[in-house]
């Protein structure tokens, strides 16, 4: 079983938040979210593969 994305980082905090720690959380969350996509779209093409495999392998039978 595929494993959850992490989720965003909270760019809210207690008080003023500075643009250099915006944009290094932002930049976190945007490697996260690629990293995340590539995960999950080979787990897609995988399935996709597989039944086209045994649509295939089914279709031969008749």
Do not use: N
Not at 1 to 19: E, H, N, S, T, Y
């Amino acid at each position: 079983m595929a494993k959850d994305c992490l989720r965003p980082v909270r760019i809210v905090q207690d008080g003023v938040v500075v643009q250099r720690t915006v944009e290094r959380l932002w930049i976190s969350d945007r490697k996260a979210l690629i990293t995340c996509g590539k995960r999950f779209k080979a787990l897609r093409d995988f399935y996709h593969d597989r039944d086209a495999t045994i649509r295939h392998a089914e279709g031969a039978k008749k």
